[in-house]
């Protein structure tokens, strides 16, 4: 079975871009989250969907990040303006229900200059 | 606030040698618990998780984890290293709403 996919692996992106990181789960999962991975706060759950519907949005990531989840095989997250501190690694995981076993992909690595 | 601590954020263990990467919880009640692994370049893996019964919990790799109510701990072991167990390490614990909490991480090096 495939695991969780996310492309691209790097990208490199100037201040006040647009970029979208995609990631394609397990298949047959139902639950997909994003996080953001960094040295200095760890892992930050930014989205959460059960069965495609948003079931958290992140909280304080929610003005510039947008995750959606347009068909159970594939989301998307958008961050819009990129700024130099969303500089870090993005990981996208699945499950079949809840947190009880999460599938991680190898992340994107996201450089704002 | 509900937390998860691991407080060595860098353990160096010779290959061979025993175990010990530190886990503190801070929750009302009693979280699941989790240990994930990441190794370089990849995404974090599942070694092993607890739901309240058996405080010992027996995970892949020979890894095993036990949970102690009273020090509010769940300490990951094993038993010998071997130099692929060279990964940073997470704790981490849900309350019941499908967050899971991770600690910072330990980075577990491996000397021959």
């Known amino acids: 079975d495939a695991g969780v996919t996310q492309t691209p692996r790097h990208e490199v992106a100037e201040k006040g871009q647009t970029i979208i990181l995609k990631c394609e789960p397990v298949s047959g999962h139902n639950d997909l989250f994003w996080y953001r991975q960094t040295k200095i706060q760890g892992l930050e759950l930014l989205s959460y969907?059960?069965?495609?519907?948003?079931?958290?949005d992140g909280g304080a990531f929610k003005d510039r990040f947008k995750a959606e989840m347009l068909n159970s095989s594939f989301s998307t997250l958008k961050i819009q303006p990129t700024e130099p501190k969303d500089s870090a690694v993005y990981l996208c995981?699945?499950?079949?229900?809840?947190?009880?076993?999460?599938?991680f992909g190898s992340g994107t690595r996201l450089t704002v200059l | 606030a509900q937390s998860v601590t691991q407080p060595d954020a860098r353990v160096t263990v010779s290959e061979g040698a025993s175990l010990q990467l530190r886990c503190k919880y801070s929750?009302?009640?009693?979280?699941?618990l989790f240990w994930y692994v990441q190794y370089p370049r990849q995404g974090l893996q599942l070694l092993l998780k607890y739901y309240p019964g058996d405080p010992v919990v027996q995970g892949v790799n020979g890894f095993e984890a036990e949970f102690s109510k009273s020090n509010s701990s769940f300490h990951l072991r094993k038993a010998s290293v071997h130099w692929s167990d060279w990964a940073v390490y997470f704790c981490a614990a849900d309350s019941g709403y499908n967050k899971l909490t991770f600690g910072k991480g330990t980075v577990l090096l491996v000397s021959p």
């Open positions: 929750y009302f009640g009693t979280p699941y």
């Open positions: 995981a699945s499950s079949l229900t809840g947190v009880e076993t999460l599938y």
């Open positions: 969907f059960r069965s495609k519907s948003l079931m958290e």
